[in-house]
């Protein structure tokens, strides 16, 4: 019996990247899941994928939109009847020095990684208090702890949702347990790459060996982590 049985989750961003490796992890646990994606037809077919690990569920939703999450959660509901398991795993990349960032970008940041972790908490809340024992997580980033160049939006995006956090879980406890997780680098997942690529284009070298400097130099794993990483945190 995994440790995940009778566990009915919904994951946001649950289509690529880590979402996707927690999606296939808690499979394995025995949960049941339903993956949320933007992208409908990318769900439907990492759906497919996972399907031999356990009962998995594909749903097209845009979690800045309110009317798309209200329909996410009342898809979940009926599928399972209950709801006690969310992660807030949606965001999007961005860098750009603070002065010349495009206020696009901005907006999208904000939007994606900090106001559509607000809505769906908003929307799930009263459905995981129901079910009780429940767990929401919310997906931050080391990027919300300290600074790095050229990340100050997306850190600050980040920092949003590590305050969020701290609150919803003095508000929805004892019934729903709130937290946060927060990577850093991470060899299988885009941003940390483009971090390497620019350091290579400002030093010289190749970025997949200044990755792997670095993380000899600072990780005490010697490596950098990988979505499966997460997923098992």
Known sequence: ??????????ITGGASGIGRAIAKAY????????????KQELANK????????????????????????RDLADEAL???????????????????????ISEDTIDALLNVNLKGVIICAKVFAPILKEAKASTMI????????RGWPELSVYGATKAGVLG???????????????????PG???DVGMAWRGWELR?????????????????DNIPLNRLQKAEDIARS
């Open 46 to 69: 990492t759906a497919v994928e996972l399907e031999g690990f356990g009962e998995i569920h594909a749903f097209g939703c845009d979690v800045t939109k309110s009317d798309d999450v």
């Open 78 to 100: 009926k599928i399972f009847g209950k709801v006690n398991v969310l992660v807030n795993n949606a965001g999007l990349s961005g860098r750009g020095m603070i002065a010349e």
């Open 27 to 38: 499979l394995e646990e025995g949960a049941k899941v339903l993956i949320a994606d933007l």
């Open 164 to 182: 969020m956090n701290r609150a919803l879980a003095v508000e929805l406890a004892p019934e729903v347990r709130v937290n946060a997780i927060c």
């Open 1 to 10: 019996m995994g440790r995940l049985e009778n566990r009915f989750a919904v």
């Open 185 to 187: 680098y991470i060899s």
């Open 200 to 216: 290579s284009e400002s030093e010289g070298g190749d970025a997949g060996s200044i990755g792997e400097k670095f993380a000899a």
């Open 138 to 145: 919310n997906m931050s980033s080391q990027a919300g702890k």
